[in-house]
């Protein structure tokens, strides 16, 4: 894995064994919780009914280094985010944590959000894990609501 050499691209549908395998790793060091398996990966980020782009970046061998997810918030969303809001989600390759891919996916998705009309986006964060706390703040977004067991943090444009 080589994550100076990134090549950023939007997430298909032959991904997402490669980003089931990810977020496997993500559990297997304490870092996710929620589902992985490829038919949540799929419904979730690469065809979920409002998703307005799903970024992955890669290496110069194509090994997936981590991607991000904006979807539009609908009624009833689960996370209770504001209807026409952004929702966003950074999934990041332990193996990758810490050498700017975050935030450089980051990139393509405030253009996607722009292009989209969003005016701001949501990211919903466990009220424990400071290192995602920290990551979204410094790319941004500032928190504006404590909801149950999570901190939710704001990127204006
Ligand atoms: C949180 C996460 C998305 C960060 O992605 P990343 O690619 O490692 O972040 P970047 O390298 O772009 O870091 C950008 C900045 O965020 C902050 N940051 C990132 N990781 C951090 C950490 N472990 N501790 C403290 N600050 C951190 C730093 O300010 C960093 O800038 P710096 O390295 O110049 O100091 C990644 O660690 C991850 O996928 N974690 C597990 C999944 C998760 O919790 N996702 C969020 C769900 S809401």
């Not at 997430?11 to 997402?16: H, I, L, M, N, Q």
């Not at 990139?107 to 919903?124: H, M, S, W, Y």
Request: hydrophobic share 40%; proline share 4%; charged share 20%.
């Amino acid at each position: 894995m080589k994550p100076d050499t990134m090549r950023i691209r939007a997430a298909e549908s032959g991904d997402v064994i490669a980003i089931s395998e990810m977020l496997q790793q993500l559990v297997a060091v304490g870092k996710r919780s929620s589902p992985i398996d490829p038919d949540f990966v799929t419904d979730t980020y690469i065809h979920n009914p409002h998703g307005i782009l799903c970024s992955l970046a890669e290496d110069d061998d194509g090994q997936l280094l981590g991607f991000q997810s904006l979807i539009r918030a609908h009624e009833d969303n689960r996370y209770g985010t504001p209807v026409g809001w952004g929702i966003i989600g950074t999934h990041v390759s332990p193996l990758a944590a810490r050498r700017g891919v975050g935030s450089r996916l980051f990139e393509t998705i405030v253009a996607a959000a722009v292009g989209a009309g969003l005016d701001k986006i949501e990211a919903f964060i466990t009220s424990t894990n400071l290192e995602a706390q920290a990551f979204y703040e410094k790319i941004g977004f500032r928190t504006h609501r404590i909801a149950d067991g999570a901190v939710c943090k704001v990127w204006s444009t």
